[in-house]
C-alpha cells in the first residue's frame, strides 16, 4: 500500500529519495492549470476555467509549500471563492491524514476521507507517486487539477483577476526574467535547502547542504540593505516564496533540522523584512505556530525518535519593523 518516506506518504516504496546520504525531493505528478477561460496553461491539459466556488485546497499549516497557496488566497482576496481543509499536524505510518484536533486541523469536508492518500486514489486508484500537500481539487471535474506549489501561486495570482476584480500583479512582466534566478536560488539552496539539512544522513550532504544555506542567508542580508523586498520596491512572489521559510526558521528548523549556525533574529535586514511581510494584511492569519511545531518535531521520527516537542523559542512576530508602510504589487 506504501510508506512513510522522508516526511511524505509514498505509494510506491522504492521510489528513490537520497543519493550519497543526501535529501532528494521527488516532482509533482499533475500539472493542470487554472485559467480565466479554461484554455490549456503550460502544462497539462485545458478545461480548468476559474469559477468561483468551483474548487478547493487542501494543505497543512506546518507545509512551506502548502504555506505559499494560502498566502496568495489571502492576497488576492479568495477567501470566499477556494474553499480550503487542513490536515492533521501529525503525519505518522498512514501519512497525512483527515483527523480533527485543537491545532487547526479540519478533517475533509467535501468526502470525509480518511487519509490524503485516498484524495489522490480517486483520480487514479493505482497511483505510485509521492503524497504530497497542497493539492488544488476540482470538484465539477473531480480530480487534481495541481499539486505544484509554485504553480498553484501563479495560477492564483492572475487566473481569478475577473472573478474578483483583484488585479494586484506579484509576477509582473517586466521583472519575471530578473526574478527566476531569485526564485531558483532561494527554492535550492533555502526553502529546500533547510530540509537537506535536516534529512541528510552523512556529514558531508550536511556540511554541503548548510553552507549553500547560510550563503544564502549572508546574501539575502546583503540585498535587503539596499532594496525593501528582493526584487526592490514592489513586493513579488519572489517575497511570498522565501518567507514561509523564514517564519518557520527560528520555530523549527534552526534546532530541529540542524540549521544552528545562525538565528533569523541574528540578520537585521532578514528579522525586518520578514516581521513586515507577517504583519502585511491577512498574512498572519495564515500562520500557526502551535500545527507547524506539533507536525515538525512529532512526526520526523529519523530526526526526533522520541518525538519531544521542545519549548518554543519567544518570538515577537508583531515587533515594529520601521520599513514604512507596505507597498502594494
Known amino acids: 500500500m506504501g510508506q512513510l518516506v522522508d516526511g511524505q506518504w ?13 535529501f532528494k525531493r521527488a516532482p509533482m505528478q499533475f500539472r493542470n492549470w487554472i485559467t480565466a477561460d479554461g484554455g490549456a496553461g503550460p502544462t497539462g491539459e485545458g478545461g480548468f476555467a476559474a469559477e468561483s466556488g468551483r474548487y478547493h485546497l487542501y494543505v497543512s499549516y506546518a507545509c512551506p509549500w ?30 497525512w491524514t483527515f483527523q480533527t484536533d ?31 500537500v497542497p493539492i488544488l481539487w476540482d470538484k465539477q471535474r473531480k480530480t487534481i487539477v495541481s499539486n505544484e506549489s509554485s504553480e498553484i501561486i501563479r495560477m492564483l495570482n492572475s487566473a481569478f483577476n475577473g472573478v474578483t476584480g483583484n488585479t494586484d500583479d506579484y509576477w509582473p512582466q517586466d521583472l519575471r526574467a530578473e526574478m527566476e534566478p531569485v526564485n531558483d536560488r532561494i527554492y535550492n539552496t533555502l526553502n529546500n535547502g ?22 544564502t542567508m549572508d546574501w ?6 539596499t532594496r525593501r523586498y528582493l526584487m526592490g520596491d514592489r513586493v513579488t512572489e519572489a ?31 532578514l528579522w525586518a523584512y520578514a516581521r513586515e511581510l507577517y504583519q502585511w494584511p491577512g498574512v498572519a492569519e495564515t ?21 519531544i516537542v521542545p519549548l518554543a523559542p519567544k518570538i515577537d512576530w508583531m515587533a515594529p519593523h520601521n520599513r514604512g508602510r507596505p507597498t502594494a504589487a
Open 10 to 22: 509514498d505509494t510506491n516504496p522504492t521510489f528513490p529519495t537520497r543519493t550519497d546520504g543526501a
Open 66 to 95: 502548502a504555506h505559499r497557496t494560502l498566502i496568495f488566497r489571502q492576497l488576492k482576496g479568495l477567501t470566499d471563492h477556494i474553499s480550503v481543509d487542513v490536515v492533521h499536524p501529525d503525519m505518522l505510518d498512514d501519512g
Open 102 to 132: 485543537d491545532h487547526g486541523a479540519t478533517g475533509d469536508r467535501l468526502f470525509g476521507l480518511d487519509f490524503v492518500r485516498q484524495i489522490y486514489q480517486r483520480v487514479k486508484p493505482d497511483i505510485t507517486a509521492r503524497v504530497t
Open 194 to 215: 533547510v530540509y537537506r539539512c535536516g534529512f541528510a544522513t552523512t556529514q558531508t550532504a550536511y556540511d554541503k547542504a548548510v553552507g549553500e544555506l547560510f550563503d
Open 220 to 225: 539575502l542580508e546583503e540585498r535587503l540593505s
Open 239 to 269: 517575497d511570498w516564496r522565501l518567507v514561509p521559510t523564514l517564519f518557520r526558521f527560528d520555530p523549527v528548523y534552526h534546532g530541529h533540522f540542524k540549521t544552528s549556525r545562525n538565528r533569523l533574529v541574528d540578520f537585521p535586514n
Open 287 to 307: 500562520v500557526n505556530f502551535k500545527h507547524i511545531r506539533r507536525h515538525y518535531h512529532y512526526s520526523h521520527e529519523s530526526v526526533n525518535p522520541h518525538r
